[in-house]
T-cell receptor, first 111, second 115 residues
């Protein structure tokens, strides 16, 4: 089955700096890669996603890049703000079935 | 705000007991997936239901079972509860087993504590 690895497990940045979280996946059939933000005690919230026919996608301060050959994808958050502090999860999906999640990155933005 | 709802929000059980968790999918969605999220971990896929049939299962024992009803709501049943079953159980709904392209919408989860 699919195996998604995520790094780093924790990340602290100064407010205004950029944050980068990286994930790798093992199943070359995976074709959909969402990123979720989860605040303490709440549900995962989709923040951005990318499909395998696209190399990069941007939404305001958030961007995701995908390298299919290397089987890795990354989340980039620019101009970080304290409210960006949360746990971020990457995930991968092959075909019609379930999502495989990474182990999460706890991002702390220091004011 | 997502239309996926789950009940109950919190639950405390003892080892060996049985539990039923419920999920109402978002309007227009016919697929429900269940995930287990242990503390400090990413969600782990339990199984998916599409049009009232199980449509994929993760690495969970048979004491984890489910149902989907004609209105596409779903139940997750766990028998013979173990301490390690303590987790946040998330329900996610989507359309057509995920083939319609949209991401699944997660419910708020049920936090289960097994003592």
């Amino acid at each position: 089955g699919e195996n998604v690895e995520q790094h780093p497990s924790t990340l602290s940045v100064q407010e205004g700096d950029s944050a980068v979280i990286k994930c790798t996946y093992s199943d070359s059939a995976s074709n959909y890669f969402p990123w979720y933000k989860q605040e303490l005690g709440k549900r995962p919230q989709l923040i951005i996603d990318i499909r395998s026919n696209v190399g990069e996608k941007k939404d305001q301060r958030i961007a995701v890049t995908l390298n299919k050959t290397a089987k890795h994808f990354s989340l980039h958050i620019t101009e970080t703000q304290p409210e960006d502090s949360a746990v971020y999860f990457c995930a991968a999906r092959a075909g019609a079935n379930n999502l495989f999640f990474g182990t999460g990155t706890r991002l702390t933005v220091i004011p | 705000e997502t239309g996926v709802t789950q009940s109950p929000t919190h639950l405390i059980k003892t080892r060996g007991q049985q539990v039923t968790l419920r999920c109402s999918s978002q309007s227009g969605h016919n697929t429900v997936s269940w995930y287990q999220q242990a503390l400090g971990q990413g969600p782990q896929f339990i199984f998916q239901y599409y049009r009232e049939e199980e449509n994929g299962r993760g690495n969970f024992p048979p004491r984890f079972s489910g149902l989907q009803f004609p209105n596409y709501s779903s139940e997750l049943n766990v028998n013979a509860l173990e301490l390690d079953d303590s987790a946040l159980y998330l329900c996610a709904s989507s359309s057509n087993a995920g083939t319609s392209g949209g991401p699944p919408d997660f419910g708020p989860g049920t936090r289960l504590l097994v003592l």
